[in-house]
C-alpha cells in the first residue's frame, strides 16, 4: 500500500508461514463481497467510501455550517460507535486543544460529548458550560432507547427549550437515527428536527463514515470530502484478494496464527496524545466484533 505498511518481521511468522493461508484468504474475501457469510447484512462499509448519499452527503455539509453559525457549542450525544469514531477523527485531525483556542480562530462550535456515561457530576458541569451560551444537539442512536444517550438527551433537550423556546429549539437538535423506525425517528418527525440516517447494513461501531462521524467532523472544520477520498484511496489499494499485498489481510492472518499459538491478548501503543482516542475506537472495534463466547484476542492500549 502507498500509505500503509503491516511490518510483521519482528514476529516468528514469515511470508512462508503465510502460504498456508492464501486460498483461505481468497474464499473469506470473496465471501465478505459476494455477502454470503455469516452477518452479511452489516458488510456495507466494505463499499462505503464509493458508494455513500451523496445527496446525505450535502445535507450534513449544510447542517454543519448551519450549527456554526448559530452555536457557540455543540453537544454530541452517543456511546459506543457513536461516540469514539467521531470523537478519534476530531482529536487525530484537529488542535490537540481545540476547545480551548480561541473562537475566532477556531471558527466552529466548542464540541462536548454527552451521553456516553451516568455520572451525574458529568452532565452537571456540562449544563454550568452551556446555561449562557447558544448550543445544538447532535443526538446519535438508531433505537433511541439507548439509556445513557437518552438521558443525556433529554435534559439537555429539556434546557434548550427553556433558553430558546419549543419552536427554536428544534431547528437546533439533529437526529441521526434508522431511516424507517426507532423512538428517535420518531420524535424526529414529531418535531421536526433535521435527521439523517444510520443505514441498515452498517453497524453501530463501522458507522464513522456515515453522518454519525461525518456530522461532528464537519462541524469541527475537518474537510469531510477529503476524508472520504482518503478512504476510497484505502478501499481501492485493499480490494484484492493477494495476501502478500494485503496489509489488511496480513494483520488479519498473523493475529489468528498467533491467537491459535496461545497468544490471547494484543496491546496498541502510540506516543501521540491525539491518537489516545483511536486506542480506545480500537478497542471497541475488536472486542465488540470478536469478544463473543469467551473466545478472541482481549485488546488493550497504552
Not at 499459538?261 to 471497541?284: A, D, H, I, M, R
Request: hydrophobic share 40%.
Amino acid at each position: 500500500m502507498s500509505h500503509l505498511i503491516f511490518d510483521f518481521s519482528n514476529t516468528h511468522i514469515t511470508n512462508t508461514d503465510l502460504q498456508p493461508y492464501e486460498q483461505n484468504v481468497k474464499r473469506l474475501h470473496h465471501q465478505l463481497h459476494d455477502q454470503t457469510g455469516a452477518g452479511s447484512d452489516f458488510l456495507g462499509w466494505i463499499t462505503l467510501p464509493s458508494q455513500y448519499d451523496q445527496n446525505e452527503f450535502e445535507r450534513i455539509k449544510s447542517a454543519a455550517a448551519k450549527i456554526q453559525q448559530d452555536s457557540e457549542v455543540v453537544l454530541i450525544a452517543g456511546i459506543g460507535g457513536s461516540y469514539l469514531g467521531a470523537k478519534a477523527a476530531i482529536d487525530m485531525l484537529q488542535h490537540h486543544f481545540y476547545n480551548l483556542i480561541d473562537s475566532h480562530k477556531r471558527k466552529a462550535p466548542q464540541i462536548l460529548f454527552i451521553g456516553n456515561n451516568l455520572c451525574a457530576n458529568y452532565l452537571n458541569d456540562v449544563l454550568d458550560l452551556v446555561q449562557h451560551k447558544s448550543f445544538s444537539i447532535v443526538v446519535i442512536s438508531k433505537s433511541g432507547t439507548t439509556t445513557e444517550t437518552s438521558i443525556a438527551f433529554r435534559l439537555f433537550r429539556k434546557t434548550l427549550f427553556e433558553q430558546v423556546g419549543l419552536a427554536d429549539g428544534c431547528k437546533r437538535i439533529y437526529a441521526i437515527t434508522d431511516q424507517t423506525k426507532g423512538a428517535l425517528k420518531t420524535e424526529a418527525e414529531q418535531f421536526g428536527y433535521q435527521s439523517f440516517v444510520i443505514p441498515d447494513n452498517i453497524g453501530g461501531r463501522y458507522s464513522v463514515l456515515t453522518a454519525v462521524g461525518l456530522l461532528p467532523m464537519a462541524i469541527a472544520n475537518i474537510d469531510i470530502a477529503a476524508v472520504m477520498q482518503g478512504a476510497q484511496t484505502a478501499q481501492h489499494e485493499l480490494d484484492h484478494d493477494n495476501l502478500h499485498e494485503n496489509a489488511a489481510y496480513q494483520y488479519a492472518m498473523v493475529r489468528n496464527i498467533l491467537y491459535q499459538s496461545g497468544k490471547t491478548n494484543e496491546l496498541l501503543v502510540n506516543y501521540e496524545p491525539s491518537l489516545q482516542y483511536l486506542g480506545e475506537w480500537w478497542k471497541q472495534l475488536f472486542g465488540e466484533s470478536e469478544g463473543k463466547d469467551h473466545k478472541g484476542i482481549f485488546p488493550s492500549t497504552a
